[in-house]
């Protein structure tokens, strides 16, 4: 009769190799969906919020501007970083996951593009 090669793993090994493998998916997840949200708002040139009906006139006076300001920013509140779309701009709006054209509410959360830069510009201003 042969005998065995294998070894028997015991239960604080079982139990200690899922801990670890929990561990690691847990921060995976953690890294991944720890990216903060972007938001748009309507402002001028200096990055003052203004009326979001604004931002549909085609004068280049106001632009689409997006970055992690948080929800609920009212006009006349003042940004800070973030990055200046002009409103036409329809490439531009498409590379920060913007529709390319039409109305942006304030306060839009912003899925995708690459945009999360705060401090970083896209002309037009």
């Given amino acids: 009769m042969r005998r065995s090669n294998a070894v028997p793993l015991g239960r604080s090994y079982l139990t200690l190799a899922a801990l670890a493998t929990t561990a690691g998916l847990t921060a995976a997840c953690q ?57 036409g701009d329809a490439a531009a709006r498409e590379r920060y996951g913007l529709p390319p054209t039409g109305k942006i509410a304030n306060g839009t959360v912003v899925a995708g593009g690459f945009g999360s830069d705060s401090g970083r510009g896209s002309g037009g201003g």
């Fill in 31 to 87: 890294s991944t969906q720890s990216a903060p949200e972007r938001q748009v708002y309507c402002g001028d040139d200096q990055g003052v919020i203004v009326e979001e009906d604004r931002c549909d006139e085609p004068n280049g006076r106001y632009f689409l501007w997006t970055a992690a300001y948080g929800r609920g920013l009212r006009p006349g509140h003042k940004l800070t970083g973030g990055t200046k779309i002009p409103f």
